[in-house]
């Protein structure tokens, strides 16, 4: 990872409603910030996910990804 290259790190929070929170975790900051509710549709949900996961890798970051359940 280069100096100017930053972590971003996709959370995927699946609930027991079957819906799921998407977040962004900055671990050299420690922040979250959520970025909303989705679902259930699964589609809806990918669309999202590979949107961010674009734009990242677009502005040259790393991106990792950490999922859970509640």
Request: glycine share 6%; with cysteine; aromatic share 4%.
């Amino acid at each position: 990872m280069s100096q100017n290259q930053l972590e971003c790190r996709i959370v995927i929070i699946h609930r027991r409603d079957l819906k799921i929170d998407l977040g962004m975790y900055d671990p050299l900051n420690m922040r979250f910030e959520p970025l909303g509710t989705h679902g259930p549709d699964q589609r809806e949900i990918d669309r999202v996910i590979l949107d961010l996961k674009s734009s990242i890798e677009r502005a040259g970051h790393l991106l990792t990804f950490c999922e859970r359940s509640e």
